[in-house]
């Protein structure tokens, strides 16, 4: 198995609306759990990595249902903090074509989002560990969530863990006072991987690639294009030894194509592009290629290409299943990767 790797932020009791239901039409919700890291633990779980999720939970059944499910799918919670009132909340409606996904979330006051410094003991949680991965989305949660991340990344550094982050920037979650373009950067000066797409380097650090528009590519996207944002980022963040950035191109909500490009060695790796013509779920996308990209680092860390690879493959399946959660095999990624890409039952 090797070392472990941690994650470490908020996981949410996931209310999807059944099929294409707009909120007002809904009778009823589908119950499952999600959020960025659990969500890349999980991923590294089904790839026989050890992964160690770390969060904080309040006492009671609904945090006990969400601890059973990190548990069946392999992921480690013995690291789990308890306290605090509540499980935070996300209402999710299903767009279809020219009609787009909508997420309300209801996670103020929840219990990470009133974690404090100090209350993990990072060294504790980071024996035996080769990799410590964050996300963007938890020190938008709050001030204490915030210094408990800072905290992590930095006895990560001291202990020689590698730090990969993914910036997930989310407009909506920065309500406590202070500003992403504020609160990340001395975050990500800690980081050794750093994984955005071109509106979170743009709305955190002001660094976009020239005449891009999401809203406007009709799925073509010119890959070439990012090596700038890439090499501005790592100047900006000089620990930083690989920069991703995935690539989406929105045709509309049921068809996008995908893919991504890795830099490393002053060189811009591009991976295969992927046309996904008919999406059951892309919420976890981006936290599918991480997991494929980690396990990907970790499995040819001296193939920077094949763990992009690994990645896109995996994040493309991940689009074809329902949930939060990447539920698929190394083999089942492998094999997409050489080409079957066709569907037929495997039996």
Same mark, same amino acid.
């Given at each position: 198995?090797?070392?472990?790797?941690?994650?470490?932020?908020?996981?949410?009791?996931?209310?999807?609306?059944?099929?294409?239901?707009?909120?007002?039409?809904? %009778?009823?919700?589908?119950?499952?759990?999600?959020?960025?890291?659990?969500? *890349?633990?999980?991923?590294?779980?089904?790839?026989?990595?050890?992964?160690?999720?770390?969060?904080?939970?309040?006492?009671?059944?609904?945090?006990?249902?969400?601890?059973?499910?990190?548990?069946?799918?392999?992921?480690? *919670?013995?690291?789990?903090?308890?306290?605090?009132?509540?499980?935070?909340?996300?209402?999710?409606?299903?767009?279809?074509?020219?009609?787009?996904?909508?997420?309300?979330?209801?996670?103020?006051?929840?219990?990470?989002?009133?974690?404090?410094?100090?209350?993990?003991?990072?060294?504790?949680?980071?024996?035996?560990?080769?990799?410590?991965?964050?996300?963007?989305?938890?020190?938008?949660?709050?001030?204490?969530?915030?210094?408990?991340?800072?905290?992590?990344?930095?006895?990560?550094?001291?202990?020689?863990?590698?730090?990969?982050?993914?910036?997930?920037?989310?407009?909506?979650?920065?309500?406590?006072?202070?500003?992403?373009?504020? *609160?990340?950067?001395?975050?990500?000066? %800690?980081?050794?991987?750093?994984?955005?797409?071109?509106?979170?380097?743009?709305?955190?650090?002001?660094?976009?690639?020239?005449?891009?528009?999401?809203?406007?590519?009709? %799925?073509?996207?010119?890959?070439?294009?990012?090596?700038?944002?890439?090499?501005?980022?790592?100047?900006?963040?000089?620990?930083?030894?690989?920069?991703? *950035?995935?690539?989406?191109?929105?045709?509309?909500?049921?068809?996008?194509?995908?893919?991504?490009?890795?830099?490393?060695?002053?060189?811009?790796?591009?991976?295969?592009?992927?046309?996904?013509?008919?999406?059951?779920?892309?919420?976890?996308?981006?936290?599918?290629?991480?997991?494929?990209?980690?396990?990907?680092?970790?499995?040819?860390?001296?193939?920077?290409?094949?763990?992009?690879?690994?990645?896109?493959?995996?994040?493309?399946?991940?689009?074809?299943?329902?949930?939060?959660?990447?539920?698929?095999?190394?083999?089942?990624?492998?094999?997409?990767?050489?080409?079957?890409?066709?569907?037929?039952?495997?039996?």
């Amino acid at each position: 198995m090797g070392k472990k790797v941690v994650t470490f932020g908020e996981i949410m009791l996931r209310l999807a609306t059944p099929g294409y239901l707009r909120f007002s039409q809904a %009778g009823e919700y589908s119950a499952t759990f999600g959020g960025g890291e659990a969500n *890349v633990a999980v991923s590294l779980a089904n790839y026989g990595i050890e992964a160690d999720f770390v969060t904080r939970l309040p006492k009671n059944d609904i945090a006990e249902a969400c601890i059973m499910q990190l548990r069946s799918r392999n992921v480690s *919670v013995n690291n789990i903090l308890r306290g605090g009132d509540r499980v935070g909340i996300y209402f999710l409606e299903t767009g279809a074509v020219s009609r787009a996904s909508k997420v309300i979330y209801d996670r103020a006051g929840s219990s990470i989002a009133t974690i404090e410094k100090g209350m993990i003991d990072w060294k504790e949680v980071f024996k035996d560990t080769q990799w410590f991965h964050w996300t963007g989305i938890t020190p938008a949660l709050s001030q204490g969530a915030a210094e408990a991340c800072l905290e992590a990344v930095g006895t990560a550094n001291e202990m020689g863990i590698t730090v990969s982050c993914d910036l997930n920037y989310r407009k909506n979650l920065w309500k406590y006072g202070k500003t992403a373009a504020e *609160v990340m950067p001395a975050l990500v000066e %800690g980081c050794d991987i750093i994984l955005g797409n071109e509106e979170d380097c743009e709305k955190v650090f002001g660094i976009k690639p020239e005449g891009f528009d999401a809203t406007s590519t009709g %799925g073509e996207i010119n890959a070439a294009g990012f090596e700038s944002v890439c090499t501005q980022m790592m100047k900006k963040f000089p620990r930083c030894k690989k920069m991703i *950035v995935t690539l989406r191109g929105a045709i509309n909500a049921n068809h996008n194509t995908w893919g991504g490009v890795l830099y490393s060695d002053n060189t811009l790796k591009q991976s295969k592009r992927y046309d996904i013509t008919h999406i059951v779920d892309r919420v976890g996308g981006g936290d599918s290629f991480m997991g494929g990209l980690i396990y990907g680092l970790i499995t040819w860390p001296a193939d920077d290409r094949k763990a992009l690879d690994f990645a896109v493959a995996a994040s493309c399946l991940k689009h074809t299943i329902y949930g939060d959660f990447n539920l698929v095999t190394v083999a089942e990624v492998e094999n997409l990767m050489k080409g079957d890409g066709s569907g037929r039952v495997s039996r």
